[in-house]
C-alpha cells in the first residue's frame, strides 16, 4: 500500500520519495487526517511552506482538535502577528495533546501579554516533558527576570546556554538580566 510505502522511504529518510507515497495514499483516501498530518509534517521538513497552510486547513476541517494542525496554525498566525489568534490555536493544540512545543509556544504569548504566572506554569510544564530543552529554559529565563526573580532567570539562561552554546536570543537575554542587576 502507499502508506507503507511513505512509511519506508520515512525509514530510509528518503522525504521526498515518503511525501509522493503519501500524496498516493490521500488520493485514495481523500479524508484520511494521518495521511495529511504525514504531509504537512513531509511539507516542513522539506520547506514546501506553500503546501503547509491549505493542508493544515483541510487537516482541521476534518479534525479541528487535531493537536499538530492546531500547534501549526498557531505558528503561522504568530508569523503573520496574529497573536491572540495564535494563543487560541496553541490552547487547542494543548488540550488535545500536551507537546513541549505547544507548552513553550503560549509560555512566550502569554508572557508578552504580561500573563506571567499561566506563561511560568506552561514552561515549566514544556520543561517536565523535555528537560533539555533550551527554548523553554529561555523563556522561562525571560518570565523569571520580567517578574524580579534575577538569580533564578540567571540560572535559566546559563541553563539555556548551556544546552544550545551560541544561542544568541538567550544570551542578548543574559545581558538584558545583567544590566537589569546593574552589573
Given at each position: 500500500s502507499s502508506d507503507l510505502s511513505g512509511y519506508l522511504a520515512i525509514m530510509r529518510e528518503d522525504f521526498s520519495g515518503a511525501s509522493?507515497?503519501?500524496?498516493?495514499?490521500?488520493?485514495?483516501?481523500?479524508?484520511?487526517?494521518?495521511?495529511?498530518?504525514?504531509?504537512?509534517?513531509?511539507?516542513?521538513?522539506?520547506?514546501?511552506?506553500e503546501n503547509v497552510q491549505a493542508r493544515i486547513f483541510r487537516?482541521?476541517?476534518?479534525?479541528?482538535?487535531?493537536?499538530?494542525?492546531?500547534?501549526?496554525?498557531?505558528?503561522?498566525?504568530?508569523?503573520?502577528?496574529?497573536?491572540?489568534?495564535?494563543?487560541?490555536?496553541?490552547?487547542?493544540?494543548?488540550?488535545?495533546?500536551?507537546?513541549p512545543e505547544a507548552l513553550n509556544d503560549l509560555a512566550w504569548l502569554l508572557q508578552e501579554s504580561g500573563l506571567y504566572s499561566q506563561a511560568e506554569q506552561h514552561a515549566r510544564e514544556a520543561l517536565a516533558l523535555?528537560?533539555?530543552?533550551?527554548?523553554?529554559?529561555?523563556?522561562?529565563?525571560?518570565?523569571?527576570?520580567?517578574?524580579?526573580?534575577?538569580?533564578?532567570a540567571q540560572a535559566a539562561f546559563k541553563k539555556t546556554l548551556s544546552l544550545a552554546a551560541g544561542n544568541i536570543p538567550a544570551a542578548l537575554h543574559l545581558a538584558e538580566l545583567a544590566l537589569k542587576q546593574g552589573r
Amino acid at each position: 500500500s502507499s502508506d507503507l510505502s511513505g512509511y519506508l522511504a520515512i525509514m530510509r529518510e528518503d522525504f521526498s520519495g515518503a511525501s509522493v507515497a503519501f500524496e498516493k495514499a490521500l488520493a485514495m483516501r481523500p479524508d484520511d487526517t494521518q495521511v495529511l498530518e504525514y504531509l504537512a509534517r513531509l511539507d516542513l521538513m522539506l520547506g514546501q511552506q506553500e503546501n503547509v497552510q491549505a493542508r493544515i486547513f483541510r487537516l482541521l476541517r476534518l479534525d479541528p482538535a487535531n493537536a499538530f494542525g492546531n500547534f501549526v496554525l498557531g505558528g503561522l498566525q504568530i508569523g503573520r502577528r496574529e497573536f491572540e489568534l495564535a494563543r487560541d490555536s496553541l490552547a487547542r493544540s494543548i488540550e488535545s495533546e500536551k507537546t513541549p512545543e505547544a507548552l513553550n509556544d503560549l509560555a512566550w504569548l502569554l508572557q508578552e501579554s504580561g500573563l506571567y504566572s499561566q506563561a511560568e506554569q506552561h514552561a515549566r510544564e514544556a520543561l517536565a516533558l523535555r528537560p533539555e530543552m533550551a527554548a523553554a529554559w529561555d523563556t522561562l529565563g525571560v518570565i523569571l527576570m520580567k517578574t524580579d526573580r534575577l538569580e533564578e532567570a540567571q540560572a535559566a539562561f546559563k541553563k539555556t546556554l548551556s544546552l544550545a552554546a551560541g544561542n544568541i536570543p538567550a544570551a542578548l537575554h543574559l545581558a538584558e538580566l545583567a544590566l537589569k542587576q546593574g552589573r
